[in-house]
Nanobody, 119 residues
Framework: QVDLVESGGGLVQAGGSLRLSCAVS????????LAWFRQPPGKEREFVSA????????YYTDSSRGRFTISRDNAKNTIYLQMSNLKPEDTAVYYC????????????WGHGTQVTVSS
């Protein structure tokens, strides 16, 4: 339905900031929400944050709320994840995913972007 391409990852020191981008192409009218997930090394993939594509309402976990901000630019078909006060435990591959209404497991996924936070 849509293609998702993440960018903006990299190496940053603890306490630093990064902004991830997810460019969306294709049938954007089919999107209910877009989300960021991450998979730390050796661990399961976990939800980070999501945004309703039409309304802009946002969702966070307890660990991402306050340090991370999700936003969208519908004109550019892009969502962002502004991450601040990064910690070594934020090191992970970050993925963008879409939900068409049946959950992210049935949606589209990007290939991920690596974020490494050094102590």
């Amino acid at each position: 339905q849509v293609d998702l391409v993440e960018s903006g990852g990299g190496l940053v020191q603890a306490g630093g900031s990064l902004r991830l981008s997810c460019a969306v192409s294709g049938r954007t009218s089919s999107i209910l929400t877009l989300a960021w997930f991450r998979q730390p090394p050796g661990k399961e993939r976990e939800f980070v944050s999501a945004i309703n594509w039409a309304r802009g309402s946002t969702y966070y976990t307890d660990s991402s709320r306050g340090r991370f901000t999700i936003s969208r630019d519908n004109a550019k078909n892009t969502i962002y994840l502004q991450m601040s006060n990064l910690k070594p435990e934020d090191t992970a591959v970050y993925y963008c995913a879409s939900d068409y209404g049946l959950g992210y497991n049935t949606g589209s996924w990007g290939h991920g972007t690596q974020v490494t936070v050094s102590s």
